[in-house]
Nanobody
Framework: QVQLVESGGGLVQAGGSLRLSCGAS????????MAWFRQAPGHEREFVAS?????????YYAGSVNGRFTISRDNLKNTLYLQMNSLKPEDTAVYYCAADIGTPETIAPRSLRLMDYWGKGTLVTVSS
């Protein structure tokens, strides 16, 4: 079992920055891949970014956030991060972290269907 708790969401003006955190407990944090997804009102949940397990040497980003968002992990603190810069109103959504237990070490998973555990989300609102 893995428990995930997101934090760091809030209201920010367009062009601003936020850093989301996802605290994990249960299974050894370094042993599974992690990802961020988001869901805007009236839309399906979509992939944002992911990071491979152990060293986190592999990352992958959705095209809409590539170059603006950075995913990272601190295995000593059991925490996943999402640094979000140059935020746009279209980034407004509930952001979820998720854990993928079964993916090989060098893979940064992108599919929602691969995720085994989810947090409850944190709301990010970007005003224009």
């Amino acid at each position: 079992q893995v428990q995930l708790v997101e934090s760091g969401g809030g209201l920010v003006q367009a062009g601003g920055s936020l850093r989301l955190s996802c605290g994990a407990s249960g299974r050894t944090f370094s042993s599974y891949a992690m990802a961020w997804f988001r869901q805007a009102p009236g839309h399906e949940r979509e992939f944002v970014a992911s990071i491979s397990w152990r060293s986190g040497s592999t990352t992958y980003y959705a095209g809409s956030v590539n170059g603006r968002f950075t995913i990272s992990r601190d295995n000593l603190k059991n925490t996943l991060y999402l640094q979000m810069n140059s935020l746009k109103p279209e980034d407004t959504a509930v952001y979820y972290c998720a854990a993928d237990i079964g993916t090989p070490e060098t893979i940064a998973p992108r599919s929602l269907r691969l995720m085994d555990y989810w947090g409850k989300g944190t709301l990010v609102t970007v005003s224009s």
